[in-house]
Nanobody, 123 residues
Framework: VQLQASGGGRVQAGGSLRLSCAASGRSISTYAMGWFRQAPGKERQFVSTTSSTGEHTAWAVSVKGRFTISRDNDKNTVYLQMNDLTPEDTAVYYC?????????????????WGQGTQVTVSS
């Protein structure tokens, strides 16, 4: 599975962005999909995850209520809608896939990773 994240950019605080993660090479309809982020000088951080059917989802406390994860299995794509962005959300955002469909918050649970897309939020 190859993952391509896109949709990052620079926005002002309070703004919104929608990230996309397009998969190729194999259908991700049976995979859990996650979003993670890494800010400069910091460790990778879990953001959100969804199971293959979307029945099970989870968010980091820091983004709950502001970020929404969704997926379109027909398009082989997962999305991360980010609203009310703050400078603390500035990071490179990565999407990841887990063929075991565990929807876990641990990055180690995911076998496939995209290349990342930069999100910069200015105050």
């Amino acid at each position: 599975v190859q993952l391509q994240a896109s949709g990052g950019g620079r926005v002002q605080a309070g703004g919104s962005l929608r990230l996309s993660c397009a998969a190729s090479g194999r259908s991700i309809s049976t995979y859990a999909m996650g979003w993670f982020r890494q800010a400069p000088g910091k460790e990778r951080q879990f953001v959100s995850t969804t199971s293959s059917t979307g029945e099970h989802t989870a968010w980091a406390v820091s983004v709950k209520g502001r970020f929404t994860i969704s997926r379109d299995n027909d398009k082989n794509t997962v999305y991360l809608q980010m609203n009310d962005l703050t400078p603390e959300d500035t990071a490179v955002y990565y999407c990841a896939a887990d063929h075991n469909d565990r929807a876990e918050t641990r990055g180690e649970a995911y076998e496939y990773w995209g290349q990342g897309t930069q999100v910069t939020v200015s105050s």
